[in-house]
């Protein structure tokens, strides 16, 4: 039998590509029966494969010296994974690698294991230097092949951020994003928490309940979990709630609050003293939240179920409040290694980024089928009047003096800066707070007196944060 972990990424690919299912969910329940250190070589395998799929459909295509459509969906995730582990991996013997792609795709009843064995073996034999030297970045278009990202993305970065951040921003959302956990200051401090974890850890200076966990560790089955203690939270997501900077007694509003991570951080920070309103439209959302709060012991969250976009009943006004409405996501590609493939293709053209057409078979173009949901850009697009809507909203809640963040977890000026300088040209009673000279070590790139933490230079998710104070009345 092949290896555990490769039978598993083995499981996830097939689910991902062919089934529509979130890596992280096909991952979850195709782990259960791993030990941690094959549960972390599965993760590392799927999602790089997931992540590298348009450079190694383009490699499997000189390979294979044919069109991607006419392998068999076993044969092309066997040799979606054999490849990854060839090119992007070490440690294992490259004989070992090939021999458990060729079993995968035998246990898959597929009668194209053999098509596997050669093609792998060729690999094995060019190496990485080999078989990549052909692709470059010096134009979005190739960057995109060689850092696998869809090309309308690579072209927005490269505009929006510069070539050299682009480039840099892709490579990195290709490397295992950390892990770093929220302790929870209701219940626990961060030196008894990291004691208790027994793995090794690092603190961030800016961030005192943050724990960076820099070995393999399954949080759930820690007592420190199952206990309330902490709350596996990117330490761009712990930034917001800082920047809103919450006070004990205060009434505070989050919208689109689900899954709560940043509710009980609101929660923690003041104390318990309080009122957190935490909005969620998903009924099934909001329940999962007030679980999460129960567990944290933030008894001060009170869980609605309305949809933010609109105006709240009565007159009733908050200290502070949150907007932190749905967006594109493109600031977490390191932990969602299927989302940049979902709706994140061009459809506008079928032409390769880096020459042929899908009918030539080998020579550049990478499928994208499997888990399309329609166009990016479009859907950005309909994100944006969202957000409009949801700002709105919760700027009408805000009392005279009273202060809002808005943040996203994604990197499109469109849905970040744009709009914000959009809202305050037609609002005059709202002032800008200059967050760059407050946090000086995540500065917009081109936009000041925003903050946009970046996973190349920050190590951790790409979060854009605004903050505004609405004039005394």
């Not at 083995?10 to 195709?30: I, M």
């Not at 549960?39 to 348009?54: D, P």
């Not at 004691?195 to 090794?200: A, S, Y």
């Not at 957190?276 to 008894?299: C, K």
Request: aromatic share 4%.
């Amino acid at each position: 039998m092949p290896a555990k972990a490769r039978v598993c990424a083995y499981t996830v690919l097939r689910r991902v590509f062919e089934q529509g299912a979130y890596a992280e969910k096909a991952l979850h329940s195709a782990s259960n029966d791993l030990d941690s250190r094959d549960r972390a070589l599965a993760m590392r395998l799927a999602y790089g494969a997931i992540q590298r799929k348009l450079t190694l459909d383009h490699t499997i295509g000189q390979l294979t010296e044919r069109p991607l459509q006419r392998l068999d969906a076993p044969v092309l995730a066997a040799l979606r994974l054999g490849l990854y582990e060839l090119l992007y991996l070490s440690g294992a013997p490259d004989r070992a690698v090939v021999a458990d792609a060729v079993e995968l795709a035998k246990l898959a009843r597929s009668p194209g294991y053999g098509l596997v064995n050669a093609a792998l073996r060729r690999a094995a034999r060019e190496g990485a230097d080999g078989l990549l030297a052909g692709l470059g970045e010096e134009t979005p278009e190739r960057a995109a092949v060689m850092h696998s990202h869809p090309v309308w993305l690579a072209r927005m970065w490269w505009e929006q951020l510069g070539s050299e951040r682009a480039r840099s921003l892709m490579a990195a959302d290709n490397e295992p994003g950390e892990l770093a956990l929220r302790v929870n200051s209701l219940r626990a401090d961060p030196r008894g928490v990291a004691n208790e974890l027994g793995v090794p850890t690092r603190t961030d200076p800016e961030l005192p309940e943050a724990l960076v966990v820099e070995s393999a560790l399954d949080l759930h089955r820690t007592r420190a979990w199952r206990e309330g203690a902490v709350v596996a939270q990117s330490r761009a997501a712990m930034l917001v709630a800082r920047v809103l900077d919450p006070q004990p007694g205060e009434r505070v509003l989050d919208l689109c609050a689900a899954p709560g991570g940043k509710s009980t951080h609101i929660a923690a920070l003041m104390g318990g003293e309080g009122e957190v309103a935490a909005v969620e439209r998903n009924p099934a959302r909001a329940e999962r939240l007030r679980e999460t709060a129960r567990r944290l012991g933030a008894t001060n969250v009170t869980v609605e179920v309305a949809d933010a976009a609109l105006p709240r009943a009565g007159d009733e006004t908050f200290d502070r409040v949150l907007v932190d409405p749905p967006c594109s996501g493109l600031g977490t590609l390191q932990a969602r290694p299927d989302l940049r493939w979902r709706g994140l293709a061009d459809r506008r053209s079928r032409r390769s980024p880096i020459g042929g057409d899908p009918a030539d078979g080998p020579g550049g173009w990478a499928s994208h089928s499997g888990i399309e949901r329609g166009s990016a850009p479009e859907r950005i697009r309909e994100l944006v009047a969202l957000q409009k809507e949801i700002l709105t909203a919760g700027a009408r809640s805000l009392r005279p003096g009273g202060t809002l963040v808005y943040s996203t977890c994604t990197i499109s000026a469109a849905e970040n800066e744009q709009l914000l300088e959009q809202f305050l040209s037609k609002n005059s009673d709202f002032i800008l707070d200059d967050l760059a000279r407050e946090w000086t070590s995540h500065p917009h790139p081109r936009a000041q007196r925003f903050l946009l933490t970046l996973p190349d230079r920050d190590r951790t998710a790409g979060f854009f944060i605004a903050r505004i104070r609405r004039k005394p009345g």
